[in-house]
């Protein structure tokens, strides 16, 4: 399953867990267990996406929109 992950990096495309649980039929903490075996071996390395308030106000008191986390990788 390690190689069928980096083979999908390699194809340059964004997936969900989900999409690659499904594209590798297994769940998706199986693939976030192999994506972090893969990891901390140095194949791929995680990129944490802060994304701010997508409603473009710019006169921000608060709001409950506030600033997003997600993650991705990629190939090291």
Not at 3 to 21: C, H, M, R, V, Y
Not at 28 to 43: F, I, N, S, W
Not at 65 to 71: A, D, L, V
């Given at each position: 399953m390690l190689?069928?992950?980096?083979?999908?990096?390699?194809?340059?495309?964004?997936?969900?867990?989900?999409?690659?649980?499904g594209s590798l039929n297994t769940d998706?903490?199986?693939?976030?267990?192999?994506?972090?075996?893969?990891?901390?071996?140095?194949?791929i390395k995680k990129v944490e996406l802060h994304t701010g308030c997508a409603s473009g106000c710019s006169s921000c008191a608060g709001c409950s929109?506030?600033?997003?986390?997600?993650?991705m990788w990629e190939l090291s």
């Open positions: 190689n069928e992950i980096l083979d999908q990096f390699k194809k340059g495309k964004t997936f969900s867990l989900q999409e690659l649980a998706v903490q199986t693939v976030k267990a192999q994506m972090d075996y893969l990891e901390r071996q140095g194949y929109q506030g600033t997003h986390k997600s993650n």
